[in-house]
C-alpha cells in the first residue's frame, strides 16, 4: 500500500507530495505492514517465525532440545495441540499423519494383544522422541505401546549389485533416508 495512491491524480504529480509520501511516511506505514504480517503469522504454528514459535513454547512449557531445527519444535507443538482425548484407531491415524505425514509412519494395532505399534519412516528420524511421547499421553493404560524406527530392509537393496554397494556401509544403508536420493 503506497500512500501517495490516495491523493487525486493531479496532486501526484507535485514533486513536494512525492517527496513526502516517499521519504516522510511511506517507510514507517511498510514498517507497519511487515509488522501486521508477522503478528499475523505468528497466530498460527505453521507459518509461525522464530518468535512465534518461542511463543508457542513458552504457553506450553515446552523446552526445546539444544539446537533443534525450527521445524522439529513446530512438530513438537503440533504434537501436543493435536492431542485430543478420546481417540479412536482412526483419530490415532489423523494424528499420527499430522505428526510424520502419510508416508512418514506405519500403524499395527492388535486388539487380542492390547498392543499399538507404531514405525516412524527415516524421513521423521529426529521426531521419533515426540512420536513417542504423544502416543504415551493419549493411548489408555491397558494398552502396550511401541514405537520404533523403521530402518531400511535388504529388498531394498536386492535389485542393485554388490559392487554399486561397495562404497557403502550397512550402517548408512540402514539408517539413510533414500526417498531424498542420499
Known sequence: MKLIDYLPEFLRRYREYRYIFDYGDQPEITRVESSAEDLYNNM???SAD?????????????????????????????????TQL????????????????????VLKVDPGKYSVNVKVALK?????????????????????C????????????????????SDITWADMKETDWTKGA
Open 44 to 46: 498460527f504454528v505453521l
Open 50 to 82: 522464530e518468535a512465534g514459535i518461542r511463543r508457542y513454547e513458552k504457553m506450553l512449557h515446552i523446552s526445546p532440545a539444544v539446537g533443534a531445527e525450527i521445524e522439529e519444535r513446530r512438530f513438537t507443538i503440533l504434537a501436543i495441540l493435536n
Open 86 to 105: 478420546p481417540y479412536s484407531e482412526r483419530k490415532l491415524q489423523e494424528i499420527l499423519i499430522n505428526l510424520c505425514g502419510s508416508a512418514g509412519f
Open 124 to 144: 521423521s528420524k529426529n521426531m521419533l522422541g515426540t512420536v513417542s511421547d504423544t502416543l504415551r499421553e493419549i493411548l489408555p493404560a491397558n494398552l502396550v
Open 146 to 165: 511401541g514405537v520404533e524406527l523403521a530402518y531400511n530392509q535388504w529388498g531394498l537393496y536386492d535389485p542393485k549389485t554388490w559392487g554399486s554397494l
